[in-house]
């Protein structure tokens, strides 16, 4: 038997109407915040990830699905969302588009080959957005409004807030010098991919896991102390409109992301949850103002986050939130004989293209079974069909809540339909 791979993972039944439950709640608030669909390739140019992404993240380094196709190219599974958004977004030229800034959105499949674990699988669902065109602070805490309305409205509590400031080149710059002055002499306590990190990005230190709890990196250097005179003005201005928002928000100075891209604005969405762990994070994301330059455009500002849709899934499923899922149909059709079929074939097409959601018989089980199967199937109407009431134009039906049963006419049955369901 063949199966599928460690890391990936099939979605059917309840649980595949629970993602479309997912992605259409997700669509919808994207699209009231005015953002646009965007749909990039599953496969770029490796060059695209290990010049957005960077080269000492952990995607890059350990995670990326890299391989040479037939044609002696490097290409890569993406694993994130924005470098993919970003290209398309100098390709195409849509800097000079009439409506400023491009606000997009995005939902799709990405691939890193990592460990998995609850919640975190090598094939994940990932959604998110990103504003390019404008450094406005108003714009960074829009993008963080986007994710804590939508878990909101999908009924989570236990969420928070975190964020932080890189600040500009000058502050990261000023920042990057103290850290490594500050490591240099205990370097050898930290894990091997911290030693790496420090000659490359001290920054990514503070992002490690496995040291996370020493007490090196609870003492380090906190970038706030280190930030220019502008870049404090706009953090502020950030948290001002937080509030304005009524959005509570907590500074974390340990916030760095794990990608190299982020400069200014980073934050996180976390919760508490009992499957997860204490401060697990839903979503992420952060002000990237260099990265449409990197990519040969010009001078462009962006912002952006993205989660994954299948952690959130799980979660919702941990809290014991109830999603609202369809599992039921408006009417299936129940018959004996051939010629009672041929009419139940066009009478299903009919209830199909008025609306409805039909099925009828395909097992050839007798009338005991096919009531079983509408039972099955949760049928609000049962049309059962009998050869000598077709002759005569009308149609059995039965409501499967009031086990009330009429006979009508073919062309009454799509009012009566409409005014019962």
């Not at 060059?47 to 080269?55: A, I, S, Y």
């Not at 009439?98 to 094939?123: D, F, H, N, V």
């Not at 096919?370 to 609000?380: E, G, M, Y």
């Not at 006419?409 to 009566?416: H, K, M, N, V, Y």
Request: charged residues 30%; glycine residues 6%.
């Amino acid at each position: 038997m063949i199966t599928k791979q460690k890391g990936m993972v099939d979605i059917y039944g309840d649980n595949a109407k629970k993602w479309l439950y997912l992605e259409d709640a997700i669509r919808s608030v994207f699209e009231k915040y005015n953002y646009n669909y965007m749909r990039t390739p599953i496969l770029e140019a490796s060059e695209l990830f290990h010049r957005t992404v960077g080269e000492t993240t952990d995607i890059v380094t350990k995670e990326t699905y890299d391989f040479v196709d037939k044609g002696g190219r490097e290409v890569t599974l993406r694993p994130e969302g924005t470098a993919g958004i970003v290209r398309s977004y100098v390709e195409n030229k849509m800097y000079g588009d009439a409506i400023q800034p491009s606000k997009y959105y995005y939902m799709g499949t990405m691939y890193r080959y990592e460990r998995p674990q609850s919640g975190r699988l090598r094939e994940l669902t990932q959604y998110g957005c990103e504003v390019l065109g404008t450094n406005d602070p108003a714009i960074d805490a829009e993008i963080i409004s986007i994710p804590v309305n939508l878990f909101k409205l999908l009924g989570l509590k236990k969420v928070k807030v975190n964020i932080n400031t890189l600040g500009d080149i000058e502050s990261r710059n000023n920042y990057t010098k103290a850290l490594k002055e500050y490591f240099k002499n205990s370097i050898d306590t930290l894990c091997d991919d911290c030693k790496q990190r420090f000659e490359k990005n001290p920054l990514r230190i503070l992002d490690c896991k496995v040291d996370s709890e020493k007490d090196i990196l609870k003492n380090a250097p906190k970038i706030i102390d280190y930030l220019t005179e502008e870049a404090k003005a706009r953090f502020e201005e950030v948290k001002k409109y937080l509030d304005l928002m009524q959005i509570e928000y907590t500074v974390d100075s340990n916030i760095v992301r794990g990608l190299d891209y982020y400069n200014h604005t980073v934050f996180e969405v976390v919760a508490d949850l009992k499957e997860l762990g204490p401060g697990s994070v839903l979503c992420g994301g952060g002000r990237y103002n260099n990265m449409v330059n990197d990519l040969g455009g010009q001078e462009t500002p962006a912002m952006g986050f993205a989660g994954g849709l299948d952690r959130l899934l799980l979660v919702l499923d941990t809290e014991d939130i109830k999603i609202n899922i369809k599992n039921e149909i408006d009417a299936f059709i129940m018959y004996v004989s051939e010629s009672e079929k041929e009419y139940a074939v066009s009478l299903n097409q009919s209830l199909r293209l008025n609306g409805f959601v039909s099925d009828m018989e395909y097992m050839k089980r007798n009338l005991k079974g096919q009531f079983k199967q509408a039972d099955r199937l949760n049928s609000r109407f049962l049309i059962i069909l009998n050869d000598n009431d077709i002759k005569e134009g009308n149609i059995k039906i039965k409501d499967n809540l009031t086990k009330e049963e009429k006979l009508i006419t073919e062309g009454e049955l799509i009012d009566f339909l409409d005014m019962n369901m």
